[in-house]
């Protein structure tokens, strides 16, 4: 069995509804290598020296910061967009962290969308930290369709030094993962690993749960030397007790292992 090269990392947010200091503890007890935090209204996520303490408690490096792009943190690190990409940078390289994760802007931050290609760029410029910009997907209601992201949902269509490909949002957007990724080709830096059945809902369920290439991916990533982080993004808010979490959780660590490492039976 090969040694996958790539760390695997837990999302902060696939412990929600506990907290982000809940996260260290999981994800050091269940042997990830790392954490992507993901900045929301959880005070803790948002406090560098809280998640530096945490980081040294358990053990556990951060390995990715997730900038405050949901609809939930629009005030989050101020309501200017370029102000919370600056932090999250600030934070990524006071934390050690090599990537910032960040969506497409809504369609209606008009400023900030028409300036957020060269804007990026100016950013990474500036920076050692990886700015990888993640594929979104269309909002859905019955039979209507929104166009919710600008420049696109789908990143591909514009020029960016990095991606984050999230592979529940390619299910939700019903487009080809794996022709995705091959168009993000060496720039593909960061992948988000979880699994969908194209519902109009982003699901961000364990991986092999659903009908996502997930195995292939992982598999091409090892084959091709990806050296970037594969971060464990699911949904377990249903988790009907703790032990149930950590038991998705731990599933979806192995694998995401077994198939980075390409063994027998992947």
Same mark, same amino acid.
Not at 133 to 156: I, K, S
Not at 210 to 224: I, K, V, W
Not at 241 to 262: M, V
């Given at each position: 069995?090969?040694?996958?090269?790539?760390?695997?990392?837990?999302?902060?947010?696939?412990?929600?509804?506990?907290?982000?200091?809940?996260?260290f503890?999981i994800?050091?007890? #269940?042997?990830y290598?790392g954490?992507?935090?993901m900045?929301?209204?959880?005070?803790?996520?948002?406090?560098?020296?809280?998640?530096?303490?945490?980081?040294?408690f358990?053990?556990?490096? @951060? #390995?990715?910061?997730?900038?405050?792009?949901?609809? @939930? *943190?629009?005030?989050?690190?101020s309501?200017?967009?370029?102000?919370? #990409?600056?932090?999250?940078?600030? =934070?990524?390289?006071?934390?050690? /962290?090599?990537?910032?994760?960040?969506?497409?802007?809504?369609?209606?931050?008009?400023?900030y969308?028409?300036?957020?290609?060269?804007?990026?760029?100016?950013m990474?410029?500036?920076?050692?930290? &990886?700015?990888?910009?993640?594929?979104m997907?269309?909002?859905?209601?019955?039979?209507?369709?929104?166009?919710?992201?600008?420049?696109?949902?789908?990143?591909? *269509?514009?020029?960016?030094?990095?991606?984050?490909?999230?592979?529940?949002?390619? +299910?939700?957007?019903?487009t080809?993962?794996? =022709?995705?990724a091959?168009?993000?080709?060496?720039?593909?830096?960061?992948v988000?690993?979880?699994?969908?059945?194209?519902?109009?809902?982003?699901?961000? #369920?364990?991986?092999?749960?659903?009908?996502?290439?997930? =195995?292939?991916?992982?598999?091409q990533?090892?084959?091709?030397?990806?050296?970037?982080?594969?971060?464990?993004?699911?949904?377990?808010?249903r988790?009907?007790?703790?032990?149930?979490?950590?038991?998705?959780?731990?599933? /979806?660590?192995?694998?995401? &292992?077994?198939?980075? +490492?390409?063994?027998?039976? +992947?």
């Amino acid at each position: 069995m090969r040694i996958p090269g790539a760390k695997v990392a837990l999302s902060t947010a696939s412990v929600y509804p506990e907290s982000t200091a809940a996260a260290f503890e999981i994800a050091g007890r #269940l042997g990830y290598d790392g954490v992507e935090v993901m900045v929301w209204t959880d005070p803790v996520s948002q406090d560098i020296e809280a998640l530096r303490r945490l980081s040294d408690f358990h053990g556990v490096p @951060i #390995l990715a910061v997730h900038a405050p792009c949901l609809l @939930i *943190t629009q005030r989050v690190w101020s309501k200017d967009p370029w102000e919370k #990409l600056k932090r999250a940078r600030s =934070a990524a390289e006071s934390l050690g /962290a090599s990537t910032v994760v960040v969506h497409p802007p809504f369609r209606w931050q008009r400023s900030y969308a028409r300036d957020f290609v060269r804007g990026v760029w100016r950013m990474a410029d500036e920076t050692d930290v &990886r700015f990888a910009v993640e594929n979104m997907y269309p909002w859905r209601y019955r039979d209507r369709e929104m166009l919710a992201y600008a420049p696109d949902w789908d990143p591909t *269509t514009d020029d960016y030094r990095h991606f984050t490909i999230d592979l529940s949002h390619t +299910a939700t957007a019903r487009t080809d993962t794996l =022709a995705m990724a091959a168009r993000m080709g060496d720039r593909l830096g960061h992948v988000h690993i979880a699994d969908g059945v194209g519902s109009s809902k982003d699901e961000h #369920l364990v991986p092999g749960r659903g009908n996502q290439p997930c =195995a292939e991916l992982l598999q091409q990533l090892a084959e091709h030397g990806y050296d970037g982080h594969v971060v464990v993004e699911v949904n377990t808010r249903r988790a009907m007790s703790a032990a149930e979490r950590e038991a998705d959780l731990a599933e /979806a660590l192995a694998f995401t &292992r077994r198939h980075l +490492a390409g063994g027998a039976g +992947a």
